[in-house]
């Protein structure tokens, strides 16, 4: 009777433990070891997960959101007008997540909640709200990106936006 | 294979050999990060604290500072903080633990460079507040002159880095004066003014008052008289005003 029910049980442990260590032990061993070192190499250096965190993003980004930062997203090229980037504080644990609207020596300024990039309008279709901010002309220094949040309903002084040194960008929002 | 596991072992105890080395006698660099955590831990508190282990963990902040001391804190959106002394440290400490439920801070990112001397260190950190109540989290980097004496590394000065150089809404030292409200309770008003500004010049002048029941009212303004009209505004439906905070900002030329 024991014998039998060895016999039973016998595929079913083999079936369980195909499913949990595979056919060959030693090889999965090494794909999981791997998957693990990849996994550490690409969020760790290449692509950082974020959560967003408050409404200056939004309606683009919403308050809690999950992002990745892609650090080699300036390898090739330099930031472009339009990119959302991540900004760094002292280190890449917090960063600010902010739109580049202004190139190195470009002026800049806000009319009416509308921005002008050397006296020319600049087309924004992400802006779905409409503001009022009024800023008077501002020069963008040659190693420079000015950046703002797309949520321009708040008053400004509630809102972190200006000019930012190149190397505090640290890559390039993923999604 | 012998030799293999030999030298396993030796590399094994090598390491043990730093780790106790470090651990018994941490690197400036590791001591000042461990002042850092045990000040933001100090700091922070929670909504269930007794009131006894806030007095104390308010009260022994003062303790990380130096005795002369220049602190200097400027979140955009927030008042800026000064302090010369550890008194108005404890104050500070013992203020806020009296004004909010809950805080609690942590620097992420700490980076710190000795000085040639060893005598003295810089912190860079970041610092994210997280306050009860509060929709979004402050994040300021800070830049944290430690100087090493009798009683270990202490922090002499705090300036604020800016991260995103300000654009030209500025906010600047709040003049404050008091006057009565309609319901016949006091005000306290700040006018914020920015230096260098020509008074008079077409810029946004916005008011902001807020009541006990964080009831907010928004308005371009661009004198006294259409601040006080808006601070009525948003008390005439308030039956006890707990505050009231105008903000005037001006476009500066600086």
Redesign the interface.
């Known amino acids: 009777m024991s014998a039998q029910t060895d016999s039973n049980s016998s595929p079913h442990h083999g079936w369980l433990r195909v499913i949990a260590v595979g056919r060959n032990p030693r090889a999965t061993l090494v794909r999981i070891l791997i998957l693990v070192a990849t996994c550490f190499v690409v969020f760790k250096f290449i692509l950082l997960p974020l959560r967003v ?3 200056s993003m939004e309606p683009t980004y919403k308050d809690h959101s999950i992002n990745f930062l892609n650090r080699l997203a300036y390898l090739a090229h330099e930031p472009q007008r339009g990119d959302v980037v991540g ?8 960063v ?1 997540m ?1 739109r580049i609207v202004g190139l190195p020596g470009e002026t800049i300024a806000f009319v009416n909640g509308e921005i002008f990039i050397n006296g020319a309008p600049l087309a924004e279709p992400y802006e779905k709200n409409p503001c009022d ?4 002309s ?1 020069k963008i220094g040659p190693n ?1 990106y000015f ?1 703002v949040g797309d949520n321009r309903t708040m ?10 040194e190149r190397e ?1 960008i640290l890559g390039k929002v993923l999604l | 294979m012998k030799i293999f596991w030999r030298l396993i072992f030796c590399a094994a105890l090598i390491a043990l050999g730093f780790w106790l080395w470090t651990t018994i006698f941490p690197s400036p660099e590791k001591v000042i990060r461990r002042r850092l955590e045990k000040l933001a831990a100090n700091v922070s508190f929670t909504a269930g604290q007794g009131n006894f282990s806030r007095l104390a963990g308010g009260e022994s902040v003062a303790g990380f500072f130096s005795t002369n001391i220049e602190v200097n804190i400027n979140v955009p959106g927030h008042e800026q903080v000064t302090f010369a002394s550890r008194a108005e440290i404890t104050q500070a400490a013992l203020g806020i633990r009296e004004r909010l439920k809950s805080l609690s801070v942590k620097f992420p990112d700490v980076n710190v460079a000795l000085a040639p001397d060893k005598k003295s260190a810089v912190a860079d950190v970041t610092l994210d507040a997280a306050i009860s109540g509060g929709h979004d989290d402050v994040v300021q980097e800070l830049k944290i002159t430690f100087q090493k004496t009798s009683d270990g590394w202490l922090i002499t000065r705090i300036e604020t880095v800016r991260t995103v150089a300000a654009s030209r809404f500025t906010i600047a030292t709040p003049v404050t004066f008091v006057a009565s409200g309609r319901y016949g309770v006091s005000v306290g008003m700040s006018l914020l003014e920015v230096p260098g500004a020509p008074s008079g010049q077409s810029g946004t002048g916005i008011c902001i008052s807020a009541t006990g029941q964080n009831e907010r009212c928004e308005q371009n303004c661009r004198d006294k008289k259409c601040f006080q009209a808006c601070s009525n505004a948003a008390c005439s439906n308030q039956k006890s005003l707990q505050l009231v905070t105008l903000h005037r900002l001006r476009v500066s030329n600086t």
């Open positions: 965190t408050g409404i900004i760094r504080f002292a280190g890449p644990h917090v600010l902010k901010w009024t800023l008077p501002e420079e950046v008053p400004p002084q509630d809102h972190v936006f200006g000019r930012v505090r």
